[in-house]
């Protein structure tokens, strides 16, 4: 009878020895908590960073089929409600907006109806940096494209005389292309005459399209682990003058 009392109690588990199971359990806890924490973080930073480059080449190609979808038309300025003005090529150029008539819009994407895209650079979020905002109106033809043109008048910057056009308006229906950049500039390639070399202007005036648009964009703060906006450099290759006076032509030149 003793000798079984005794192998009872030999079999039995002390509080110590419960006590250190349940510490490696909770160790054993923790330490899959943590690896579970260390996979999501780096998953959720690569979701972000896929995201983000994502973004930026899109915002590339919207860019790039927004100029290609170019349309060479005119419009009947007005100096004044119900005064007609002269009638002009329909482009707007400056170093912080550009206006065009597009084939291409974010709504309707490549085969939708014509549109007017009205780019405008305007201050980032609290006043850090710089965004690239695009809105789009319908084109309804020279006469409607004439209420963005108000006659004719020299550049702030005392240049020669050129189209005028009314300040782009920003608001709820404005789409951000761009976003957190430091800079954001629009210059143009102006062909000059036959046998001189190409120059990037920063206000287009003449009564032609430009040869290509240059969108120079730099982000306020690099990351080198992502894609970053860079400066887009894109053709213009539809050379048709609507201008009753001048030839059609068609190039890829």
């Given at each position: 009878m003793k000798s079984t009392k005794r192998g009872h109690q030999a079999a039995g588990v002390t509080l110590i020895e419960l006590l250190i199971a349940v510490l490696l359990l909770s160790l054993l806890s923790v330490g899959i908590v943590l690896t579970l924490r260390v996979a999501l973080s780096a998953m959720n930073k690569s979701d972000?960073?896929?995201?983000?480059?994502?973004?930026?080449?899109?915002?590339?190609?919207?860019?790039?089929?927004?100029?290609?979808?170019?349309?060479?038309?005119?419009?009947?300025?007005?100096?004044?409600?119900?005064?007609r003005g002269p009638t002009l090529m329909f482009f707007q150029g400056e170093s912080q907006s550009m206006r065009l008539a597009s084939t291409y819009s974010l709504q309707q994407g490549e085969r939708g109806i014509p549109?007017?895209?009205?780019?405008?650079?305007?201050?980032?979020?609290?006043?850090?940096?710089?965004?690239?905002v695009v809105n789009e109106r319908w084109y309804t033809?020279?006469?409607?494209?004439?209420?963005?043109?108000?006659?004719?008048?020299?550049?702030?910057?005392?240049?020669p005389p050129g189209p005028v056009?009314?300040?782009i308006s920003i608001g709820p229906e404005?789409?951000?292309?761009?976003?957190?950049?430091?800079?954001?500039?629009?210059?143009?390639?102006?062909?000059?005459?036959l046998g001189q070399t190409p120059i990037w202007v920063q206000r287009w005036i003449k009564p032609v399209l430009p040869t290509a648009i240059r969108i120079e964009m730099a982000p306020l703060a690099p990351?080198?682990?992502r894609l970053q906006p860079v400066t887009l450099t894109l053709p213009v290759h539809v050379t048709r003058l609507p201008l009753p006076t001048e030839p059609y032509e068609n190039t890829d030149n």
């Open positions: 972000s960073k896929l995201m983000a480059n994502r973004r930026v080449s899109s915002v590339e190609r919207i860019l790039d089929q927004e100029v290609e979808g170019i349309m060479p038309v005119t419009a009947d300025c007005q100096a004044r409600p119900g005064v549109m007017i895209l009205e780019f405008q650079v305007i201050p980032g979020e609290a006043e850090q940096g710089v965004r690239l033809g020279p006469r409607g494209a004439g209420l963005y043109c108000i006659g004719m008048g020299a550049g702030s910057d005392g240049g056009f009314a300040p404005s789409f951000v292309l761009a976003d957190k950049l430091a800079y954001c500039r629009f210059s143009f390639r102006d062909p000059r005459d990351d080198l682990g």
